[in-house]
């Protein structure tokens, strides 16, 4: 993208299909740059236009989140980042890309209202990402497991799991994930601070509008105190 210092912009180059994105080809795009605003949405230009007017101004790395509004009231979320170059003639060129971001932005709007469902609830919520690392839980795993949400990010699962930890349950779990079925079983945990605990967890793959697969969410009920009265019962008998 190139902004003289008369104030003239245009597109000497672009790669890939803005159709998909701006609903313009390159071709147009190339022909008239502000095709790219035609459809900012309007709670966003202001925010847009003042984040590009102040890297413009510091010559800084531009980053900006934005949602597209097209006539049939479809929303697109737009990630933006560009760098720029100061050239010999005053002028500026700016190399970066935009993404849709569209479902990664459903998927953040999913969490958190579950998130704020799982606040209310004793049990412990947690939700991890395709490959199985956590990305979020509720205050009630932070209380059961003893790590918080910011000790366990990226991580996986696993990790509360100790050398007590049943191997068929775990084989039964790797199972059914690796097939993305939902399981649902009771697993004797290690927290943070070394105490035992046992839950009766129920996991769900989750899935996206368009049936693609999202992640994990897992729901996990505390039986400690009844497996204990369990054993104890067992012992008299």
Not at 83 to 111: C, F, N
Not at 122 to 133: A, H
Not at 147 to 167: A, F, I, R
Not at 189 to 195: H, I, P, Y
Request: proline share 3%.
């Amino acid at each position: 993208y190139h902004f003289d210092s008369k104030g003239n912009n245009y597109f000497p180059f672009i790669k890939g299909q803005t159709q998909n994105i701006f609903a313009f080809s390159n071709e147009a795009i190339l022909a008239d740059a502000s095709l790219v605003d035609k459809y900012v949405h309007p709670d966003d230009i202001d925010s847009l236009m003042e984040s590009q007017r102040l890297a413009q101004q510091k010559l800084t790395v531009w980053h900006h989140e934005f949602r597209l509004l097209f006539p049939n009231q479809e929303i697109k979320w737009i990630e933006a980042n560009s760098t720029p170059q100061l050239l010999e003639d005053g002028s500026v060129m700016w190399y970066g890309y935009t993404a849709d971001i569209t479902e990664r932005k459903k998927m953040e709007e999913q969490v958190y209202r579950l998130s704020m469902v799982a606040k209310r609830t004793s049990n412990i919520v947690l939700i991890t990402d395709t490959q199985r690392q956590i990305i979020w839980a509720n205050e009630a795993f932070t209380e059961i497991t003893g790590y918080t949400l910011e000790e366990v990010l990226g991580k996986s699962p696993k990790l509360l799991q100790s050398e007590t930890t049943d191997k068929q349950t775990v084989e039964l779990l790797r199972s059914k994930l690796n097939n993305l079925e939902s399981v649902r079983c009771e697993i004797l945990n290690k927290g943070k601070f070394g105490n035992l605990y046992w839950l009766d967890i129920e996991i769900q793959p989750l899935w996206d509008n368009h049936n693609r697969h999202t992640g994990f969410m897992a729901i996990e009920t505390d039986i400690t105190e009844r497996k204990k009265s369990q054993q104890e019962l067992n012992h008299l008998i």
